[in-house]
């Protein structure tokens, strides 16, 4: 499914109309749905360059990571197909898998030298301290 600028910026709103707020627990909103609605691969292009657009139209373009924005679409895509949960909401997602909502979890992955690295913060760098949980395995979310 081809995704637009604009699907981006619905899921926005209608991530911050529930919460009134964009901290990390709302990334991982706005993750989830664009996951569930397109695919996690569709999902990693989708919220790389909505944040990637929002941190130039924000002043701040140094903020966008690559590395990190396609990890966490991955880790929220694999938590989402892990036990299929098609029915459920955000909140029982969240409540099923905890671990997403601490902002430290891709230092489970990789080193702070590799993610402070040009070449993380501009393109992808795969995890240098423990693959993630469907590496190594023949699941990987689509």
């Known amino acids: 499914m081809t ?19 964009f901290g990390h627990r709302e990334h991982v909103h706005l ?6 609605r397109f695919g996690t691969h569709a999902a990693v ?9 929002t941190a130039r139209y924000a002043g701040a ?13 991955e ?6 197909a892990e036990r299929g949960g098609g029915d459920e909401d955000f909140t029982a997602f969240a409540d099923r898998n905890p671990v997403l909502l601490d902002k430290r979890l891709l230092t489970r992955f990789y080193r702070p030298a590799t993610l402070a690295g040009s070449q993380a913060r501009t393109g992808w760098v795969e995890p240098d301290l423990a693959p993630f949980p469907w590496q190594g395995s023949d699941h990987h979310p689509q």
């Open 31 to 36: 993750t989830w749905l664009a996951v569930r």
């Open 75 to 80: 880790l929220v895509g694999h938590h989402a």
């Open 45 to 53: 292009g989708l919220v790389s360059d909505g944040i990637q657009r």
């Open 3 to 21: 995704t637009q600028p604009t699907d981006f910026d619905a899921l926005m709103a209608e991530v911050t109309a529930a919460a009134g707020k």
């Open 61 to 73: 373009p140094q903020k966008y990571h690559a590395t990190v924005s396609r990890a966490w679409v």
